[in-house]
């Protein structure tokens, strides 16, 4: 596996972190459907979840499968290290 530069586990940690925070927040938003401070919350943390996945991507490759992430010429979902594995 190659070495990815410091920036990569950067973004990455930002990303798990935005990530993170959106899963609390669902889980709250399921008990507390009205919470209109949470709710923009939420959308504001969504946005930017976006935001950096298309910086990340646009570095360093496809982040999710599915359909939720493209592919660069030629097909790099073979390159490592994928995001779990660090």
Do not use: C
Request: proline share 7%; net charge negative.
């Amino acid at each position: 596996m190659k070495q990815m530069p410091k920036e990569y586990y950067e973004q990455l940690e930002e990303l798990q972190a935005v990530d993170f925070a959106l899963v609390e927040l669902t889980l709250y938003l399921d008990t507390h459907p009205t919470d209109y401070q949470a709710i923009q919350q939420f959308n504001q943390l969504a946005k930017k979840r976006k935001q950096l996945k298309k910086q990340f991507e646009a570095a360093y490759g496809p982040l999710e499968q599915f359909g939720h992430s493209y592919s660069n010429y030629p097909w790099n979902w073979d390159d490592t290290p994928w995001p779990w594995q660090v």
